[in-house]
């Protein structure tokens, strides 16, 4: 169960990383975008980014804890 937790705590990373790329491309958004509705539109291209990584950082974590629930 040891590969569990390793293998969970890596798709947390990945998920992880996915979160922070989401923040930057927002950020980056909200300092270029001329107009509202610009601004409106690059955030909601980047929602699909958000959930997914929200995403598997949920999953890497279950495996996390299942893992250490079945370990000896």
């Given amino acids: 169960m040891e590969l569990l937790?390793?293998?969970?705590?890596?798709?947390s990373l990945v998920g992880i990383a996915g979160i922070i790329l989401s923040v930057v491309?927002?950020?980056r958004a909200k300092t270029t975008?001329?107009?509202d509705a610009?601004?409106?539109?690059?955030?909601q291209a980047a929602?699909?980014?958000n959930l997914g990584?929200?995403?598997l950082s949920v999953l890497g974590l279950m495996c996390v804890v299942v893992g250490v629930i079945l370990a000896p």
């Fill in 47 to 49: 929602m699909p980014l």
């Fill in 25 to 27: 491309k927002v950020r």
């Fill in 5 to 11: 937790i390793w293998i969970g705590a890596a798709i």
């Fill in 38 to 43: 610009e601004l409106k539109a690059r955030i």
């Fill in 53 to 55: 990584a929200f995403l």
């Fill in 33 to 35: 975008a001329k107009d």
